[in-house]
């Protein structure tokens, strides 16, 4: 069955420091993935996407993820985190038979910035 | 930038009682979605719509849940009697066309169920 892993439910780092969350997915088909940010109180801003071609997606506020297909992993990154970034962060993967026609998401990471 | 909106941002309603959440998906957009997310968990598919017509379901969405596209331009999710365990956030998105394209989200309505 298809399913999104991120292990990590809560991090905590200082701003400006570089910041990595994890998201495993089980999927048959090569997969769609999608990094989703939530701010409280509003929905869900897309921050990257990737479909196929380049492993390394850069996306909106200076994010970026790899999916890296021999370990089913899709991890985000930022070199330097501001205060602004802290929200929960989700993972998904695209919906079966290769379309994206429902989202499974992973639990979450909730992204702490010390000042 | 166009948006997905969301009427209310919050609903409280009783046991048993009908609800109806409302969309505005992106205008251009052909399919439409609702997602929920109780609280403290992941975000769940339930169902798609396109061309007037439920394209997949899971197994959330039973019989005591129906959509709805009435006029061309909301989407409606209507829960007939609600219950505790159907308090939520729950949020509508939309996409363009088929393929390699991206879920946009609105900004969801919190259903608390007393």
């Known amino acids: 069955a298809q399913s999104v892993t991120q292990p990590d439910i809560h991090i905590t780092v200082s701003e400006g420091a570089s910041l990595e969350l994890r998201c495993n997915y089980s999927?048959?088909?090569?997969?769609?993935l999608f990094w989703y940010v939530q701010s409280p109180g509003q929905g869900l801003q897309l921050l990257l996407k990737?479909?196929?071609?380049?492993?390394l997606v850069q996306g909106i506020k200076g994010f970026e993820a790899e999916f890296k297909r021999s370990q089913s992993s899709f991890n985000l990154r930022k070199p330097s985190v501001h205060w602004s970034d802290a929200a929960e962060y989700f993972c998904?993967?695209?919906?079966?038979?290769?379309?994206?026609?429902?989202?499974?998401f992973g639990k979450g990471t909730k992204l702490s910035v010390k000042p | 930038e166009p948006e997905v909106t969301q009427t209310p941002s919050h609903q409280v309603t009783q046991m048993g009682q009908e609800v109806i959440l409302r969309c505005v998906p992106i205008?251009?957009?052909?399919?439409f979605y609702w997602y929920r997310q109780i609280l403290g968990q992941k975000v769940e598919f339930l169902v798609s719509?396109?061309?007037?017509?439920?394209?997949?379901k899971s197994e959330i969405f039973d019989d005591q849940f129906s959509v709805e596209r009435p006029d061309g331009s909301n989407f409606t999710l209507k829960i007939r009697s609600t219950k505790l365990e159907d308090s939520a956030m729950y949020f509508c998105?939309?996409?363009?066309?088929?393929?390699?394209?991206?879920?946009?989200f609105g900004p969801g309505t919190r259903l608390t169920v007393l």
């Open positions: 998904a993967v695209g919906g079966y038979g290769g379309s994206q026609g429902n989202l499974i």
């Open positions: 999927y048959g088909a090569t997969p769609y």
């Open positions: 990737y479909f196929s071609g380049d492993t």
């Open positions: 205008s251009n957009h052909l399919y």
């Open positions: 719509f396109y061309n007037n017509e439920i394209s997949e």
């Open positions: 998105a939309s996409m363009r066309e088929w393929g390699s394209d991206t879920q946009y």
